[in-house]
Every structure is written in C-alpha cells, then in structure tokens.
C-alpha cells in the first residue's frame, strides 16, 4: 500500500532550528513535495525534491533520500509566522500525491 | 479573479440533499483537482481532471461527481449527502498533470452534513 508517515505535532523555540522527517511508501515516485497550511487557510507550496540531495530556499531548506523513502525540511531561524502545520506529499507513478496527516510545528518565544 | 475561488465558504447541509460546491481558476492551468481534508488524515484525492473535457477518478469518489467542460470550472457535486460527508473541501490546480509542476489551493469549503 502507499504511506506517509510524519509525526504529528512538535514544539520549538523562536530564534532555532527545527527538522520534520517524513518517510514514504508509494507506488512508483515521481517527486516529494513540502507544502505550509496555516490554521484555517489553504496549502501552499514551500519545495519539490527529485534528486538525492538538499534544495535549500532561504530559510527553508528539503533534503531527499530515494534509496531511503525518506525527506526532511528543515526551518531556519524561526519565526512566530511559522506556526503552523507542514504537509509532505509524494507523487506515484499515475502523478498523483499521497498526502502525509501533516506536522503541526508549535513555536514558541 | 486571482488564482483559484472556491463558494461557498462554508455550508450546513441536511442528508439526503444534492449539493454543488464551485471552482473557478484563472491562471489557465490543463490540471484541477478536488481533495477532502478531515482531521487527522491527509489530503484525499476524490477526483482529478488532466485537461478539459477528461475526468478521473481519485482515492475517494465514491458519493462525489465532478464536470469540466471548460478550462476554468471544475464543480463538485454530492448526490444525495451523507453525514460522512463532512469535511473542509479543496480544489487545486496545477499547469499541467506532470511531475514537478505544484499545486495551487483554493480557499476551501467547510461543509457540515446533518
């Protein structure tokens, strides 16, 4: 079957850095996707991996493993605007995503 | 228009009732989709269109119809609505069906069935 799995909920401090691991299970793979959905709106894309490797964009930076089924994202810097919850996606052969339950990133001051 | 709407915003709606929920985009993109999101679970696919005139059918569209007659309007349709039916509906879009091309998101729809 297809899986995400990210965990569910963490806390980190304004000012630090914080990494969201997600591990995939799908059907053939064409892609990773992180997207950002603030509490009550809509997702919003933040970065697509292919490649083994880091893609860093400015303060947000994703890293993917193929040979791992495995991604992260890692914020930078936090701010209190990055509450939120972080949605990681993988794309299977038919380029459809399977959703992950999403990671809801507490900051705190 | 900018980029994708959705209406309406929010809907409380008695079982057994049809009900549309609308999406228009203006940024002339082949792909749409529809997804629901419930809490603690991801976003499900209920049903996709790669270009107009061509549907398809996603993770859960049992229950959910959807149209595209033209580039811009993807409707969803519930035949007759059940309380399982309740959830924040979502329609996207993307340039094309292909690989790297993301997602953009209306604002959603929360619908409520009683």
């Known amino acids: 079957g297809q899986n995400i799995d990210q965990p569910t909920e963490m806390t980190a401090t304004e000012g630090a850095i914080v990494q969201i691991n997600c591990t995939y299970q799908t059907s053939g793979f064409n892609g990773l996707f992180w997207y950002q959905q603030h509490a009550g709106e809509a997702p919003t894309f933040l970065s697509y991996?292919?490649l083994d490797g880091l893609e860093e964009k400015g303060r947000f930076s994703s890293f993917l493993s193929r040979s791992k089924g495995y991604s992260y994202l890692l914020l930078k810097e936090l701010q209190m605007k990055d509450s939120a919850s972080y949605l990681c996606?993988?794309?299977?052969?038919?380029?459809?995503?399977?959703w992950g339950a999403g990671t809801k990133l507490i900051i705190k001051p | 228009i900018a980029g994708i709407t959705q209406a309406p915003t929010s809907q409380i709606l008695a079982a057994g009732r049809r009900m549309t929920l609308r999406c228009t985009q203006d940024m002339r993109h082949n792909a749409m989709y529809w997804y629901r999101q419930d809490l603690g679970l991801g976003l499900r696919l209920i049903h996709y269109?790669?270009?107009?005139?061509?549907?398809g059918k996603g993770e859960v569209p049992d229950g959910y119809s959807v149209s595209r007659a033209n580039t811009d309007d993807f409707p969803l349709t519930l035949a007759s609505a059940v309380p399982s039916q309740t959830s924040v509906y979502f329609c996207a879009s993307s340039r094309t069906s292909g690989s790297r091309d993301e997602q953009f998101f209306g604002p959603g729809t929360r619908l409520t069935v009683l």
């Open positions: 996606a993988s794309m299977d052969s038919n380029y459809q995503l399977i």
């Open positions: 269109s790669n270009t107009a005139g061509t549907t």
């Open positions: 991996n292919v």
